[in-house]
Structures are given as C-alpha cells and as structure tokens.
C-alpha cells in the first residue's frame, strides 16, 4: 500500500465516496472481553456509589464529590488512558469512551462533569504536552484524584471565538516568571481545582498554554455561577492579576496553545457523546419502566401507539448514536494503533492521528448532544406532569442535559467544523470527489448497481444513491462558493446534516449486519436499521431540495434535477416504518431496559 | 497464610429464570449469571486478612461450567493470586455432599490455612459445603463469620446466633469458615486488576478427575411458588371467633 492509500484510508471523511457498509465497522458488539468487564465493573460502581448519592451530589458537596473523584482514581478511571509511568493505565480510547459512557449512565451528569474535567482537557494537555519533569510532577496526583485538575480556554469575551482570548503572558524581566493579567469564565471544576491549564497569549498574540497552581501569587477564583442544571459541579470565573507563573510550567512552546486547545477538544468531543449516550440509555430506561406502571384508561400507557412510536423513537436514535461514536472511536483507536509507541513524539502523533477524524468527532458531539437532549424531553413527555415534578429524575435530566449543546464547542461551531473539514479534504484531494461522480451516470444506468446481496440490500442502494445525491449537492455548493461556503452557514450547517445522516446509516446498517445471529436482539437491530434508514434518507432528501434551491438560485438545470430525481427515488424507501416501532417498542417493553 | 475463596456462579437476580420443561433446572442457556452475591464478602474478607498479614495468597476455586471463568476473572481482577476451576459439563452439580466431595478431592493437595465460603449461595440456597468440606479435610469449622481475627495459628471469629446474640469461637488452623454477608465493603475490580487478571493462573480439573462416587440428592422438581388468595369467613359467637384467630396466628402465620 503506498502511503497517499494507507493516508486515504485511515483519515476521516472517507465514507462518503466508499461502499456503504462493506467492511467491518468498531461497534459494541466487538468489544474484546476486557472492554466488556470494564463495562461491568464501571456500570456496578456507578449503580452503588454514584446513583445513591444523585441529589447530594446535586447541592454541590464539595467533599462528597472529591470524595468519589478519588474513588474512581482508586479503581484506574481517571487515568484509564494516562501512561502508566504517570500512573495511569495506557488503556485504549476504546476503553475511554466505556468509562465516559459508564459514567453518563450514572445519573449525576454534574459528577460526570467533574470527572470528566479530570481525566480529560484538565489533564490531557500535561499527558499529551507535558514535559517529562511537568508529567512527572502533576500526573500522578491527578490521576488519583488527590489534585483536581481544570481547563481554563473561555473568556467573558471569548467563547466560540476561543482563539481570541485577551488573556497575556508576558516573560518576566528576570526571565523566571511569565505574567498571566485576565480573565477566565466558566471554568468547570474552578472552586476545586488544584491545577488549571490555562492558555494566553504571550505578548499579545502567541497563543500559548501554562500550568498554573491554584496557590500562584495573583490567582484567584470567582463566585460560583448560578446555573440552570449541572447543580453539583463546580463552575467558576478565574482572574489574574500579575500573577506569577514560573517558567517551567509553560506547556509545549510558546504559540503552540491552539495545538493543545484543539486536540483537548477533539478527544473531549467524542467523550461527550459517549456520556450523553449513557445519559440517554438511562433516560430511555425510565420512559420504559414508567410506561409500564402508569395506567390511565385502564391500561399501562406502553399500550398506546403513541406512546409506542415515542419509545422506539428513542431506542433507534440510541443505537443509532451508538453505532456511529464506536465506529468513529475504533477509528481513531485503529489510526494510534499503527503509531509507533517508543517514538519520543508518539503523543504528538497520537493528537495528529485524532485529528484525522474531527469531522466524525464533531458529528459524535452533534449527534450525541442531540440524541441525549431528544431523548429527556421524550422521556419527560411520557411521565406526564410527574416527569415535570422533582420527584421523578426527569426534571434534574433536562436541565442537566442542556448544556450539552452548548460546551466542547456549540453544535453550530462543530456542524461549520464538519462542513469545513470535508471541504479542506475535497480541495486537498484527500476525497475524490469529482473522480466519484464521474461514476454517477453509470451508476444511474445500471437497474440493480453493483452491492452484495444481504438482509439490508435495499437500505445499502438507498444509501449508495443517497451519497451520490449528497456528493452532487456538496460539488455544486464548492462550485459556487468555494471557500465562501463557511459563510453560508445555514448551507453548511445541512450539508454537516446529510453528511452525518450517511454517516450514522452507513454505521448502523454495518453493525446491524455484524451482529446478525438468531437471537430477538439481533432481529431488533435489523428493526433498527431499517428504521433509521429510511427516515434519515427521507432527511437527506429534504435537507438536499433546501440546499439546491439555494445553489441553483430557485432553478435546477433540467438535466441536474433529472439525475436528482432518479437518484432520489432510489433512496425511497417502502418501509413500513409505524408497524416496525411497535414490534420494537414492544420488544423494549418486554426486556424493560436498553438491551442493545 | 494460604486462603481458599469457594465462589459460585449463580443466576443474578435481575435475570429471567424459566425453568427446563423436565422441571428439574431452570433454563441455563437463557440466564443471566452472577458471582454468588455473598461469595464477594468472602473474597474481601480474604483479600482484607491477606493485607493485613502483608504475604500469602488467595486462591479463587469455583466448580461449573465454562461459564464460570468470568466469575473467576472478576475474584481474580479483584485481586486473588490465582484460581482452580473445577470444571463441570451437562447439568450442574446440585447435591452438596457431592460437590464437597470434589471439592476435597481436590483442595486437599493443596494445604490451605484457611478455606473460606459465602453464607450461601443465591441459587439452591443449602449452605452447606463449607461445613461438608471442612468435616471431610479434618479442618476446624464454623458458620456465619461477622468479624475475623486471624492469630498466629488460630482464628477467632465473631459467629451470628439468634435473636440478636453473637458468640466469639477461636479455631484452631487450618479452618473452614463461612462468611456473613455485610461484614465488609467488597471492592471493585480495578482497570489494573482487570487488564492483570488474563495473566494469572487458572488450573482446571477436568470433572473426571473431581467427581467421585454418587450422588446422595437430586432436585425432583423446581417450580415457581403459586401464589394463591384463600378467604376464610370466621363465624360464630365472640369466643370461638378468638379461638379460630389465635389458632391461626399460631399454627398458619406462626407470629405468636
Ligand atoms: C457549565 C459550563 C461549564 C463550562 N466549562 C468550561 C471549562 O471547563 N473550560 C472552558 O474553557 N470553558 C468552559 N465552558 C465554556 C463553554 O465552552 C462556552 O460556553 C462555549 O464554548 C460557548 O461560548 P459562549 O458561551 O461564549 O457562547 P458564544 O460563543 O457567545 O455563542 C453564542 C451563540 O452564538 C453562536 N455562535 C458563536 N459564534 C458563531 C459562529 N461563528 N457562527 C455561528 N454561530 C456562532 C453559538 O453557537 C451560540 O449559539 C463552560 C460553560 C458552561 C456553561
């Protein structure tokens, strides 16, 4: 293999112009045997350590939550993926993520927030960055939870814009200390932490990141905010003021903070939609159980339809943000995996790696975010004014929820950075997409294309017509626009859309295929996949039309719209989709819990 | 100090329990299984003793079938030194004489100090084995252990009576013990534990070489408890309608 194809096939994006679901595909159903116990054992724990401890947590009991930060070092979890000179255990992203998930299912998003702070962006600049004395020094107290760690990026005046913040280092005189003046805002962890890894500009525009010590001369942390939920976690604004950080806590070299910044968010990305995918089993298992005790009409309202669809409304959005962060993480886990680990910049080559994939990571984050942030308002629908109440978890879910939108970048920003990466890797021919649609008249002219015959023949031709209608809109979008396409945001934010639809499709169709045995899971999958195929293209069909009309200002070449609508009529799919959620949602009644 | 954990591998309790259409076991292929919930006492109490004296070794021994090795994972990822699987095929062993039989067959060999089991276990609920096991190697024995206290070759352990009564009995080493539950905080695996536990050693006894003579008990028939609602009208003069009433209290409800 030369290395422009190993480049092609191991970078993000990819999916786009290949055959639908052909290969194997990372999912749950290939976790190794170590990944299943981890699972286990991380799912008993947050069951007796975490669940019983929701509302004290939720009054922002400081020991108690530092209390079960340190427990969760005890058994590895902060470190899961730390080196493990540094005291961590060198396990895999794969892993990473079960624990992030784990954690999710906990029902204290604000514990998982402090948790994840910990083992993620507040360490992960040291781990990826650090030098050997900075590892040496922080880590193993981070690791085990003795030191609680924040990440200081945003400002008053700097959200997204994140780059832009006016925070200054300026070298001492003496040369000993850099002198941090600004302000910091919404720094999760703020009251507790230890240490803080803070970025500034050194002389005004190097953006650069520190360690900083919570006892620094000059340093000091703000009133906590008052918040709409994540109640139990600590966010706070910091401020310096001449503080004095010594030079030795620099981290990486001066400029370099976007290096850090970044590959924290990348990792932090899929993190999060690893947590709001456990978030979201846990919601979905309330709406089941509830569904089932309540009676009006005589009967459980699981009996009515409605409530039917909304059940397995839910369960194939789940399985469905499932199937694409676990294909997206043994993505990235595969790209490490060729690294060569004694190499003295195989953390910086593991940050590059990551970042092949941040167009799937920030659709990880959107999908997720948007699978969690369906599934409380759903499951606080079918509790009826109860789910209103705080005497069922709902109420707590839904405020928690909510900020998962906002934090590791906006769904706006992370729809433009899907849009933009896929746009760089077009004009770079990392994707060849004009070569791919070449093939479409082909393709058009041939009644049953090219694709192996199995369970899920029609969802795979829907798919293929599908990328080949998505291809053709993305192709024209650049035509017009070229790089101006990130500023038509409203365009990118649909093409980020199809994009993700495709993506998740492919995916689910892949492990749905994968995991085909004779058991009623195995049937339930393929329920799944038909569902969510047929109801994502008919979005990708929809999202198309509105990104055309924009193209072709309100008029489509005829022989454009021709292909258009061969190509969209293979991408309808006859499926029956109101009589398979009931046999789901009936099936998710009869196992009373998320079974997949 | 050398420590033997006996662990089970029992249906959890969360899991569906249909029974075999013989009615003589449920139907394994369709359970969930868990390590016997009081068995995780014994190992904590094991591990906490081995602590403590700052050498020796636990060992976790557990009869079944291949099923049973992630059970012996999880009290290995816990932090036992190594494990004996005594391995079964078919229908499970359900006789305690029987399983005790195999259970010295094979563990006399090795010497223990002390052999530990869990109250009970969660499935078949005898709790008997430790007690058998102890009888047959010659060990000293005792049953729901609340509190240990290891000496140099003796053991002193606080017992559970009745009514609210505890007893402290010393026994002399090696010893066979049972294990209250609720007496410690079982840990949970940690990463490390788990990502070592592939490397300790498992020996397995194939059931030819453990299983000896006859069995003394069969299961004859499992079946889920009918439940059913009977109404006695009570009739008669105030007297008779007392009698009847203590008479059931007694005899029927047996809380007088
Ligand atoms: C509870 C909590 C904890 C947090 N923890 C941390 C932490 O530990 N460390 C840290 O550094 N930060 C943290 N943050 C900050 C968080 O990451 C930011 O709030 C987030 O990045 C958004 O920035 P902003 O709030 O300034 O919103 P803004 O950037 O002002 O955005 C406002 C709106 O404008 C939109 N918008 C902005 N720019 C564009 C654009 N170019 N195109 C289209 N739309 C745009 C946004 O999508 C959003 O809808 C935390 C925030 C909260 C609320």
């Not at chain 1, 760690?149 to 700097?158: G, K, M, Q, S």
């Not at chain 1, 650069?208 to 006892?215: T, Y």
């Not at chain 1, 503080?243 to 290096?259: E, F, H, I, R, S």
């Not at chain 1, 993190?271 to 009409?297: M, N, P």
Request: glycine share 8%.
């Amino acid at each position: 293999m030369t290395d422009t194809q190993k480049l092609k096939t191991i970078s993000g994006g990819q999916w786009l112009i290949s055959p639908v679901a052909n290969t194997k595909v990372f999912c749950r159903e290939t976790f190794s045997e170590d990944h299943q116990d981890i699972d286990a054992m991380i799912q008993e724990f947050v069951k007796d350590r975490i669940l019983p401890n929701v509302e004290a947590i939720d009054k922002l009991d400081k020991d108690l939550s530092l209390k079960l930060l340190r427990e969760t070092g005890e058994l590895g979890l902060i470190g899961v993926d730390t080196p493990e000179e540094y005291g961590g255990n060198d396990l895999d992203k794969i892993t990473s993520c079960i624990v992030s998930e784990g954690m999710g299912r906990g029902g204290s998003p604000s514990f998982s927030c402090t948790f994840s702070v910990q083992t993620g962006i507040g360490s992960m600049g040291i781990v990826f960055f650090g030098t050997p004395k900075q590892k040496e020094k922080y880590l193993p107290k981070l690791m085990t939870g003795e030191w609680v760690a924040a990440y200081a990026l945003t400002e008053p005046t700097a959200g997204s814009d994140a780059l832009s913040g006016k925070t200054t280092a300026i070298l001492s005189e003496d040369g000993k200390h850099y002198i941090l003046n600004g302000d910091k805002q919404f720094i999760s962890n703020g009251s507790w932490a230890d240490v803080f890894t803070v970025l500034a500009q050194v002389d005004g525009d190097k953006f650069s990141g520190f360690i900083v010590d919570r006892n620094t001369e000059g340093f000091e942390v703000g009133a906590e905010e008052k918040k709409m939920g994540m109640k139990g976690s600590s966010t706070t604004p910091l401020k310096f003021t001449n503080a004095k950080v010594p030079v030795g806590n620099l981290l990486y070299k001066v400029g370099k903070g976007a290096a850090i910044a970044f590959n924290a968010l990348n990792v932090g990305r899929y993190k999060l939609a690893a947590a709001c995918i456990g978030g979201s089993k846990v919601g979905l298992e309330h709406a089941v159980k509830y569904a089932l005790e309540r009676r009006q009409f005589g009967q459980p309202i699981a009996h009515f339809d409605s409530i039917k669809g909304k059940i397995a409304d839910m369960a194939v959005r789940v399985y469905a943000a499932d199937s694409m962060l676990y294909r997206t993480v043994g993505l990235i886990q595969n790209a490490i995996d060729n690294l060569d680990k004694s190499d003295p910049e195989y953390y910086k080559k593991m940050a590059e790696a990551t970042e092949q994939f941040a167009i799937e990571a920030s659709m990880a984050k959107v999908f997720g975010s948007e699978t969690s942030n369906m599934v409380v308002d759903e499951a606080l629908q079918i509790h009826g004014g109860y789910g209103f109440t705080e005497e069922y978890p709902l109420a707590r879910a839904y405020r928690d929820d909510r900020i998962n939108r906002i934090w590791e970048g906006t769904n706006e920003i992370n729809r433009m950075i899907v849009t933009g990466y896929m746009m760089k890797k077009v004009l770079m021919e990392e994707i060849s997409l004009r070569d791919y649609l070449k093939g479409v008249d082909d393709f058009l002219a041939t009644e049953t294309p090219d694709i192996e015959a199995d369970l899920f023949l029609s969802e795979k031709s829907a798919v293929e017509s599908a990328k080949r209608l998505a291809s053709m809109v993305f192709h024209e979008a650049l035509c017009e626009y070229g790089q101006d396409l990130k500023h038509e945001q409203q365009l990118s934010e649909a093409l980020a859309d199809i994009f993700t639809y495709i993506y998740t499709a492919g995916s689910v169709i892949s492990r749905a295929r994968q995991s085909q045995s004779s058991n009623g899971i195995s049937n339930m999958s393929s329920v799944i996949a038909r569902i969510f195929t047929a109801e994502s293209l008919l979005e990708v069909k929809s999202l198309s039309n509105i990104c055309l009309n924009k193209i072709f200002m309100e008029t489509i070449p005829e022989d454009f719209k021709d292909k258009v609508v061969q190509l969209e009529s293979r991408m309808t799919l006859n499926t029956d989709t109101i009589s398979l959620k009931q046999s789901l949602a009936d099936f998710m009644f009869s196992k009373n819990n998320y079974p997949f | 100090m050398k420590i033997a954990v006996l662990v089970k591998q029992v249906p959890g309790s969360e899991s569906v329990l249909p029974i075999l259409n013989d009615e003589t076991w449920v139907d394994e292929s369709l359970v969930s299984f868990i390590m016997n919930p009081p068995d995780n006492f014994a190992i904590e109490e094991a591990l906490l003793i081995k602590e403590k004296a700052g050498e020796g070794e636990v060992v976790i021994v557990s009869m079944g079938p291949d099923r049973v090795k992630k059970t012996i994972k999880e009290g290995l990822a816990k932090g036992a030194d190594r494990a004996i699987h005594l391995e079964e095929d078919g229908q499970i062993e359900t006789d305690p004489l029987s399983i005790s039989k195999s259970f010295s067959t094979v563990l006399k060999e090795e010497n223990f100090d002390l052999i530990f089991t869990g109250l009970q276990s969660d499935d078949t609920g005898m709790g008997q084995t430790g007690v058998l096991l102890g009888e047959m190697l010659g060990y000293s024995t005792a049953t729901l252990a609340m509190e240990t206290d290891v000496q140099s070759d003796s053991i002193r352990v606080k017992r559970e009576l009745e009514s609210g009564w505890f007893q402290w009995v010393k026994l002399p080493m090696p010893a066979s013990i049972s294990i209250q539950s609720g007496l410690n905080t079982p840990r949970y695996p940690s990463l490390k534990g788990i990502m070592g536990a592939k490397r300790k050693e498992i020996k397995s006894i194939p059931v030819s070489e453990h299983r000896v003579g006859s069995k003394m008990q069969t299961i004859e028939k499992v079946f889920i408890p009918q439940t059913s609602k009977q109404t006695e009208m009570i009739e008669g003069d105030a007297d008779s309608v007392a009698t009847r009433i203590v008479e059931i209290l007694k005899t029927d409800l047996k809380v007088l």
